[in-house]
């Protein structure tokens, strides 16, 4: 007998072809029964169905059938045949299983049953043969696709920016030191202090916290690029929103004005939230029900508006409201919640932080669309953003989805150099640091525009999951960098 | 009048629609002429080709001209017409022309004359305005985009392995330490050791040299994943060869042996050349031009055997020839250049560690064709390698590319617990480190393989280019980590 090549569970559960024979390989999920047959699911990581492996004791030694538990990796083949079962097109009655690799079921941690969020953090080597993990990290691939490909068919180029530097893009946040000293031999100067020239850069170098700034370097060449690359901040909050090592996307675009930044955005978010639906309806539809399971817990007052294909579907079907910052504030202090003392931080006027709790106010009770907001109070906003003519504002903006607030924050960049320096000394930003910076802004400098997106909040977004760390692979986190 | 969109410069350049008005707007390369019009060459990075604007001083006042010097960023307004001069379908008669911003003559670095490519890494912040960066750097984005889809069309998922581990993949080459702590109050233990415990992460962490390890245990789970992201080497090197931070693309495959994984690697790297050469041709042009130029200033016997796209259309045309290590020490040992002494590494018999210089002989002077080689002695390859029955090899593979020598390496991995911890055990790899890398050999095993290609290196490989640091953005080496 000829063994055929192995075909993926995927395409094997899409195929209609039976009576033929096929080799599957991967992971057991579940054995039952046993009289006259066994029924095994068989997962693979290539979707979330898993195909059903039918073994009948008198074709399968008893030997083979006993090491075949939860978590075991096997190969089978069989003849592919029409299932008997709901819910599946085909299923595998077994000529042949061969078991690679075993999983003592006394030692193998992820068995058939309800395992903690936490419990699963401390196994994440192994939470993606779950089918919650397997879920969100095939989603995650869709939604990396998906941004490449939005912005290479607009002609974007994807830009490699630095992950060691030497400067803080926006002078906030803390970051992580890069070093190669010993840390118990740092060599000092002779007034005590710490002696970068010694250290392999030769200065003093970080971990960076957005590409930004580089972004508009080449931007300012290429026209219209985007970053998708890793950031670091070493805040110390343990939080389900926090991360010290995250993915962000951050396209710049030369000869964008805040108006055409806007567009793009809600474009783009429009775009990988249609290409989720449509190519990850399964993964999908299991994680949907899985958070309205999980709303079901919750009082009544903390549970979600809309389900989670209904938050999806209401980013497709709206336009994207544009609303200035002074107007929100308007509202908002105008508000219910705001006259009732029911918000945790109480709008009293014009130059207030919006804080999560009112971003969410005004995309779900008031306007009931997602939330463009523009021109923001430059006091609380970064140096390099535009500065608009009523001198109280710069041409920055916030984009506020239902369910988790702020998704995408970005601005028109400031390009007149006197406006920028001036910024810059009245914020304390060194000018010397940044002379490469500034230089865009001397040759040839020109309108220009970019954001950025958290690509885990977007993911938070799109599979419904409630706490960062369930949404990349290998978290890090304060106290927390293992595997 | 109303103002027509801005078009991109490529897509007029790639229309024939003329009489029509449009609105280009970009960077300014040359101007030249005056009498009775000046020409301008307009570049926006949409395309290496400058559209030509044609500038009256009868239309166009003086004080604007003046101000249109190479660098300067303008917007113009004008009538496209069928061009007169060679090489370019189309140009504007302008109409109106706004400068955006000014590059002062004097001051502007990028003057339109021959520059040493060290002078154009120390303006890494234009030197992507140039024909030969914006020409690698769109090609580097062609590159990073054809690897995902790639990947993607054969159900690969993108998988975002962590940048700050505990963790040192191979056990080889040094790390970049990541801290929190104040370098000049480095907590000590009271017996006199950094006390790691106080770090953010409460142990000594370092930046990533590979993915690989973490890609395997998604791969266990998913079926089949790969990375790409940044990875970090604190070696003193100062070569053509070496960065600090490169960009490595790592996918791992579960059920695949090393046969599979040869032929994907083939498979891949025969996609994406031909996808630069469907897809680059102008840039490519433009720097098999510039290469041969090079070359032709170099002694006859350092030119490369094929000019720059020969060398790609030879990686299309050829089977990559399979050969095992043993068998190329043989064809080295008893090579021309061996006997005679010409190798700077002569062969003295089995074991020795192949050097670029034997790599490309085998490819270029023997074989003809790229080239496989497969099963390494072991004590030359990483603990993870599959130990092959004779005890003395294991299921290495590493292709070798004309002009570059070794472009990917990989291997089957041990999936064999007790095989795997011995040799662990024997190279002094802690095993209380890697205690979730070995749990996927305890639950579950499986063949599987996996592979590196450094994305740098292929860069060097499809561009041409002669030194890495021209490959990437803002280059990371010793003493220099500007911008």
């Not at 040839?444 to 999951?465: C, D, I, K, Q």
Request: aromatic content about 10%; overall charge negative.
């Amino acid at each position: 007998m000829t063994v055929p090549a192995r075909i993926k569970i995927k395409k094997l559960l899409s195929s209609e072809a039976t009576e033929q024979q096929a080799n599957v390989k991967g992971w057991v999920r579940t054995k039952r029964g046993g009289k006259p047959v066994f029924f095994i699911a068989l997962n693979d990581g290539s979707t979330i169905n898993n195909i059903q492996i039918v073994a009948d004791p008198e074709v399968i030694s008893e030997n083979i059938i006993k090491d075949i538990t939860t978590g075991a990796a096997i190969s089978v083949v069989g003849k592919v045949v029409a299932s008997q079962g709901a819910g599946q097109s085909v299923e595998i009655l077994a000529e042949n299983i061969e078991v690679l690799g075993k999983a003592d079921p006394e030692k193998y941690p992820l068995q058939p049953k309800k395992h903690s969020m936490e419990f699963m953090r401390e196994k994440a080597h192994l939470r993606m043969r779950s089918s919650t993990f397997s879920a969100v990290f095939r989603i995650r691939h869709a939604m990396a696709f998906a941004i490449h490909q939005f912005f290479h068919e607009k002609g974007f180029y994807n830009l490699h920016t630095p992950i060691i530097t030497a400067n803080d893009a926006e002078g906030a946040g803390e970051t992580f030191h890069v070093t190669n000293f010993d840390l118990d031999k740092i060599p000092m100067t002779d007034d005590g202090k710490v002696d970068y020239k010694q250290d392999f850069f030769g200065k003093e170098t970080n971990l960076t916290v957005s590409g930004q700034l580089e972004g508009e370097l080449s931007a300012m060449a290429l026209g219209e690029i985007y970053t998708f690359g890793p950031t670091f901040r070493a805040e110390n909050s343990n939080t389900t929103r926090h991360l010290a090592e995250f993915w962000m996307v951050e396209p710049e675009m030369a000869f964008y004005d805040l108006n055409d930044n806007m567009n793009l955005a809600e474009e783009m978010l429009k775009y990988v939230v249609k290409y989720a639906l449509e190519n990850c309806k399964e993964d999908l539809d299991f994680l949907a029900n899985r958070a309205d399971e999980e709303d079901k817990q919750k009082p009544q007052n903390e549970r979600q508006e809309m389900g989670l294909l209904e938050r999806l579907q209401f980013i497709l079907d709206n336009d994207f409201e544009k609303v200035s910052y002074t107007d929100a504030i308007e509202i908002l202090r105008n508000s219910k919640p705001n006259k009732k003392k029911k918000f945790n931080y109480i709008i009293e006027g014009w130059g207030a932080d919006l804080q999560s709790e009112h971003e969410r106010f005004l995309v779900e009770k008031h306007f009931k669309k997602p939330v463009i907001l523009f021109d923001y109070p430059k006091d609380i906003k970064a140096f390099y953003m535009r500065q608009n003519d009523d001198d109280k504002t710069v041409g920055a903006m916030d984009i506020l989805f239902p369910g988790i607030g702020e998704i995408v924050g970005g601005s028109q960049r400031e390009e007149r150099l006197d406006k920028l320096t001036q910024r810059m000394r009245e914020m304390d930003i060194p000018e010397d640091e940044l002379w490469w910076y500034l230089d865009t802004r001397k040759f040839g400098t020109a309108p220009h525009s970019g954001f950025g997106l958290g690509f885990e909040r977007l993911m938070l977004f799109v599979t419904g999951m409630g706490n960062i760390r369930d949404v990349i692979p290998f978290p890090r986190t304060p106290d927390n960098a293992e595997f």
